[in-house]
């Protein structure tokens, strides 16, 4: 039985039934245009939900935790900008003053109970409030380069660690397919090797690893990376860690920031018009120009469960008038993926058990 | 072919500076949720601010509306046609203005910048809520996929006056 508008519109108008198809192939394009732009059409191209996948097949499902540098402590302090860095870029946080911090120190990966260990790559991530509503996030890693340079690579590097569901381990024969298909990641994990491991946090150095790019008054640019540089002095991390606590990397965090507040120099590396700026696994050459724009000083540690930065998106891309990103492909897949991260952990709030850095950790100094 | 009033060109002006913009935030906003390639920020760039201008756009429509009714549905039309052309219209103006505003709050929510240029930003109007943000963000989702399907019912509908019942509907609004 046809619907009554069909038939009503058949005896007034003998063209209606082609006319009616038109109507409905034009709804069908427009539908279809709108599925491909989502996504659905288009089962290999890598979208927000399967790198999302692709994390819970490595670590499993860790409800309320970011998916990637899952395990981690609150802080705060504050940055004294020294003025020298708005020579390059026009963005209030330079302008010399202070301005308040809320960061976040964590390990990388999506275990957010895994042990500390020394080889583990360390993240700083910092929020920097400005004055006016305008904020700067970003978030440093230990390491001198990144392993690999597009999301694409990030994606097949996860699935090549993913373990196999038969043996519950990684196929090293994958990781081997991995390796020959992207020399860039094997280039950059042999720098990544050799890099000098510290004892802890407070002495570690952190790396922007992605390149941006600085705007001045007069609208000119050029391309930055930036560092945050220990103050404090710097250990060579012991071969067997000095307690075998699980969180002994946050304990001595902790312990120090109660001692004394922990800074770092916030340094910023200028690049030079061929330096790779789309590449995050290729280093800059050394002797670039490199500019103090200030310190930041850490004086507060408190645990995810109650701390200020666990409601915070560390989206690289929250950046002030003055820093923009550079044409890094990395920058807006870190961007997309911190989002997808944080809504699905928003979504699992209520269910998230307690961090493994608790606040009566962080109560006791550190030294549970 | 019946010869009906046409709107009045404030409100052809809006709606058809607003169409392009709604459909475009449509597809930029599914887009975008899926993307993890270099495009992203760009959409996201786009995405905010567009919103904030539908918004805007939308207030004054509404009170265009009221300065400048629509002509009447011809009285040929049957009474649930009649219903189903009111309803949707009501339920694309109330969408047109909630999702700005559910966009703008589930950021302020999240505590991401609402940037609409360069140093320009909007301020919270949502304290900083972690489960306020992931239900917001659901419900952007959800009246996204209701804005759109009504969008296709609009389009087929106004099709079908220009097409099929050839009553004069279709011209008001574009021709």
Known sequence: MKPFWFRAALLTNPGAPFRLGAIGAVMLSVAGAFGYAGGWLSPTRLTQDRMMAAFQDVNGTHAGFRRNHAKGVCVTGWFDSSGQATALSKAAVFRRGRVAVVGRFALAGGMPFQTDAPATVRSMALRFLLPGGEEWRTGMNNIPVFPVNSARGFYEQLLASSPDPATGKSDPARMKAFMAAHPETVQALALIKKRQVTSGFADSTFNSLNAFRFIDAAGA????????????????????????????????????????????????????????????TLP???????????????DQASSEDSGRCTAVNYDPLVLPSGIEPSDDPLLSARSAVYASSFTLRAEEEH???????????????GKL | MTTQARFPAASLLLHWMMAPMIVAMLFIGVGMA??????????????????????????????????????????????MQRFAAKASHILLYALMLIMPLVGWGMLSAARYPTVLYGPLRLPPILPHDLTLYAWLRDLHTVLAYLLFATFLVHFAAALYHGLIRRDGVFGTMAS
Not at chain 1, 228 to 235: D, F, R, Y
Not at chain 1, 259 to 273: D, F, K, N, Y
Not at chain 1, 284 to 298: N, V, Y
Request: glycine share 4%; proline share 11%; hydrophobic share 45%.
């Open chain 1, 221 to 280: 640019s050029v391309p930055v990376r930036w560092s945050a540089v220990p103050v404090q002095p710097v250990a060579a991390s012991s071969a067997e860690p000095s307690t075998a606590a699980d969180n002994y990397l946050f304990d001595d965090l902790i312990a120090q920031i109660v001692q004394h507040p922990q800074q770092w120099r916030l340094i910023m590396t200028v690049g030079q018009a061929d330096d790779p700026t789309n590449d995050a």
């Open chain 1, 351 to 365: 269910e998230k058990p307690p961090s493994a850095v608790t606040a009566q950790e962080v109560q006791a100094g």
């Open chain 1, 284 to 298: 800059w050459p050394e002797g670039r120009r490199q500019i103090d724009a200030g310190t930041i000083t850490i």
């Open chain 2, 34 to 79: 899926a993307s993890v390639s270099a495009r992203y920020d760009l959409l996201v760039s786009i995405h905010r601010p567009l919103g904030i201008a539908i918004f805007v756009l939308c207030v004054i429509r509404i009170v265009n509306r009221f300065i400048n009714p629509p002509p009447e549905l011809p009285d040929t039309l049957p009474s």
